[in-house]
């Protein structure tokens, strides 16, 4: 029966089981990616909104107003109804926030290889 260590040398079996296993893994900050995806989606979101409830390009209508006749004089009247309409001010204030994410987002410093540090 062969012994676990069969074929290995005894440097390799004397080196720590981090320096066998090492990768070149580049550490980066994951602050940049978190923003920018949160962008993405408030402005998809604020967008999404805008055209799910009928794209209105004025202010946001919380209210219709909707016109019926009456059946018997035949005389129309307004009625007025809830319903949530999103105006423009929706996507420009979602595009707006997602903007300043996106500037966070290239704020935010990355670990570097220190070329990039700056003076000390």
Do not use: Q
């Amino acid at each position: 029966m062969r012994s676990p260590h069969y074929g290995k040398s005894f440097t390799a079996l004397a080196r720590s089981r981090d320096s066998c296993y090492a990768r070149n893994v580049s550490v980066r900050s994951l602050a940049p990616t978190v923003l920018r995806a949160a962008a993405v989606a408030l402005a998809a979101g604020g967008l999404g909104v805008w055209v799910a409830t009928g794209a209105h390009r004025g202010w946001t209508r919380t209210s219709e107003v909707e016109l019926r006749r009456d059946e018997i004089t035949g005389i129309d009247y307004p009625v007025r109804r809830d319903k949530f309409t999103a105006g423009i001010e929706i996507p420009l204030a979602s595009l707006g926030g997602a903007a300043l994410l996106a500037g966070l987002a290239t704020l935010t410093r990355r670990p570097g290889n220190g070329a990039s540090a700056g003076p000390r």
